[in-house]
């Protein structure tokens, strides 16, 4: 049986005591972001209470771009947030950069591959790395990341059984915020799209149209009809329909400001309300969008569905008696006269 010296106790016992306080942080930073209810405390909570509890350098996340989590955090979580403290990549990339997704991966080698998930524009200067994978109701969906200018901080046969701790509370909390946010969004966004539903639009539009009025500010609002939206729900099926409307939305999103204000009006309507906007600045993104739609058309299901849309755009008249109603009124009007042209020209001249 092996002797102990008074040294090898003393060695023993500051090994416990540094294991109990390490834990003791963990346990403080998880009950920390257990409390948060939405996106943007829950990301801001986590990578602070880490710097702060384990004095390490860089913290940040990594989100696979097509998952569920970045759909929902687009969605919730304010440009701003987003920037500051996610780094969205594609699958491709996170399993080059995880293979084996079980565990944490601790690294100190071949580093330079990290860079294609460092945020962009910071210059993290690190020798070692540790990768903890974090999922969304059982779908992986990304990693909770720490880098250190220590090449000992994080070397591949340290023990991760507390970092695999931190990940699976991690992914508790970000089930737990999605499921709230998504709750909570059932007011005032359509389910489909996540966009604002009708109500909440006209709420939002009725507000910017007072704001207007009493600093005399431009404002403008696009109504938009997707053309031949019928025939690919016929010929393609309604769950291409569906994904049809998922995709015009986001790159309706991806094209306004945050400002802006994005909405589902009915079926295949859509409606943009825009702040601080002329009627031709209006018609400028509108037609942006146009062309994008047209250079990058739908792929589902081994096809691939080109989409066009006709439009309407309106600004408060100055008149008196002009209400937000009106307003939508002469742009609905305006979208089914440009849609009725259209109609014309594909029809044969009879006679």
């Not at 003393?10 to 963990?26: C, D, G, P, W």
């Not at 409390?35 to 696979?64: C, D, H, Q």
């Not at 996540?194 to 704001?211: I, T």
């Not at 404002?219 to 009809?225: K, Y």
Request: charged share 30%; proline share 4%; hydrophobic share 40%.
């Amino acid at each position: 049986m092996k002797m102990y010296t008074q040294q090898d106790m003393s060695v023993l016992i500051e090994m416990v005591k540094e294991n109990e306080e390490t834990a003791r942080k963990f346990f403080e930073v998880e009950m920390s972001v257990l409390a948060t209810l939405n996106f943007t405390e829950f990301f801001a909570e986590l990578l602070i209470k880490i710097r702060e509890k384990f004095g390490v350098p860089y913290v940040w996340m990594s989100l696979i771009d097509s998952s569920r989590a970045t759909r929902l955090i687009h969605l919730f979580a304010p440009q701003r947030a987003r920037d500051k403290q996610l780094v969205f990549v594609t699958k491709d990339i996170f399993d080059r950069i995880l293979p084996d997704q079980a565990s944490p991966g601790l690294f100190n080698e071949d580093l330079h591959r990290f860079r294609a998930i460092l945020p962009e524009g910071k210059n993290y200067i690190f020798h070692s790395v540790a990768v903890v994978p974090i999922s969304l109701d059982g779908e992986i969906t990304g990693s909770l990341n720490f880098a250190d200018i220590s090449k000992q901080r994080f070397t591949p046969d340290n023990d991760t059984s507390l970092l695999e701790q931190l990940g699976v509370v991690v992914s508790i909390c970000l089930s737990n915020v999605a499921a709230h946010e998504e709750l909570k969004s059932l007011a005032f966004r359509d389910p489909l799209t996540g966009l604002l539903n009708r109500r909440a639009m006209e709420r939002s539009l009725k507000r910017e149209f007072g704001r207007a009025l009493r600093y005399n500010s431009p404002l403008a609002l696009v109504f938009i009809d997707l053309d031949d939206f019928k025939t690919v729900n016929d010929t393609c099926g309604h769950d291409c329909g569906d994904e049809l409307l998922i995709y015009v939305a986001s790159v309706l999103q991806k094209m306004c400001r945050e400002s802006d204000i994005t909405a589902r009006y009915a079926g295949d309507e859509f409606v943009i309300v825009l702040p601080q906007t002329s009627n031709d600045e209006a018609e400028a993104l509108t037609r942006r969008i146009q062309q994008y739609l047209q250079e990058h058309p739908l792929e589902f299901d081994g096809k691939t569905i080109t989409v066009n849309f006709s439009y309407g755009i309106a600004s408060p008249d100055g008149k008196e008696k002009e209400d937000v109603s009106k307003m939508l009124k002469r742009a609905d009007e305006l979208l089914y006269e440009n849609k009725k042209t259209k109609e014309s020209r594909k029809t044969p001249t009879q006679g």
